[in-house]
């Protein structure tokens, strides 16, 4: 199992140079992968950061971290455009990017913009929306149109699926992994390895061939033996949740620096 980190871009971490300043110090102590959430928090009155222009600052600043979102709302954006931002942040980063896409959370986020909130017609355009993407990526032409440059990851950059029902886990078996939420917001575990192995079993029997599990959670050290658990159910990634309501910044920082 491999480790990186989850940087919750509200509030504190809403600062970009903030999230740099943690990358780069991730990338130091030795965490091969740094996330970032995709929220329009700002509707609802918390201060948030832009996922791609922070991401493209730390892929300017690293060298070896794997660069992504946890999750992007697909439903609420344009797809082509996304896709063109995946292939930038790819081509920048030196083919380092990965997409996690989902529903979304956040009602507000979608109302307050006049956008339909619903769960349904979310699905629907998550599907609609990946199809988009994942064709652009892999250099097929949509409606005619190819996306040039490519990214320099062949096929494609790889596409990750979140949420826990099964409808998401059949769709993230169709793409290239899971990507989970595991932990609440005092830090303690909300899902734990037994719930992952059965989802993970699931993934399986709807797809051929390996699948990656990435675990967004909590943990005092890299070597609890909790995280032992979780790999052996199936986690390829372990992605260390970083936010405030967690720690303080200069705490959490302890947390990176300190594997």
């Known amino acids: 199992m491999k480790f990186g980190v989850d940087v919750c871009t509200l509030g504190d971490f809403a600062e970009p140079s903030r999230v740099v ?5 991730a990338e130091r102590a030795g965490w091969e992968a ?19 222009v922070t991401l493209a600052a730390v892929a300017q600043a690293t060298s070896t971290l794997r660069l992504g979102t946890a999750v992007t709302p697909l439903p609420r ?9 995946v292939a930038t942040l790819d081509r920048l980063s030196g083919g380092r990017a990965t997409l996690g896409v989902g529903l979304g959370g956040v009602d507000s986020e979608y109302t307050a913009f006049g956008e339909d909130a619903d769960l349904r017609a979310r699905a629907r355009l998550l599907d609609a929306g990946l199809d988009v993407v994942g ?7 949509v409606n005619g149109v190819a996306l040039l440059p490519p ?3 062949q096929p494609r950059p790889p596409i990750l699926v979140g949420g826990a029902s099964r409808a998401a886990l059949r769709r993230a078996a ?7 939420a595991g932990d609440a917001e005092d830090g303690s575990m909300t899902v734990s390895p ?18 990656e599990v990435v675990l967004v959670g909590a943990s005092p050290r890299n070597d609890d033996p909790l995280l032992t658990e979780y790999a052996d159910a199936g986690v390829t990634l372990w992605l260390e949740h970083i936010h405030g309501r967690r720690a303080s910044p200069d705490a959490l920082l302890a947390r990176i620096l300190e594997p």
């Not at 954006?77 to 931002?85: F, L, N, Q, Y």
């Not at 169709?174 to 989970?180: E, H, K, S, V, Y």
């Open 194 to 211: 037994t719930e992952i192995a059965a989802s993970v079993e699931y993934i399986r029997q709807h797809r051929d061939g390996p699948c």
């Open 21 to 25: 300043e943690m990358a780069v110090a």
């Open 151 to 153: 990214p320099i990851q």
């Open 174 to 180: 169709r793409w290239d992994g899971w990507l989970a």
């Open 135 to 141: 064709g652009l990526l892999s250099g097929a032409a």
């Open 77 to 85: 954006r344009r797809p082509a455009v996304v896709a063109s931002a």
């Open 34 to 52: 740094l996330f970032v959430w995709d929220h329009l928090a700002f509707a609802w009155g918390v201060p948030s950061a832009d996922p791609w």
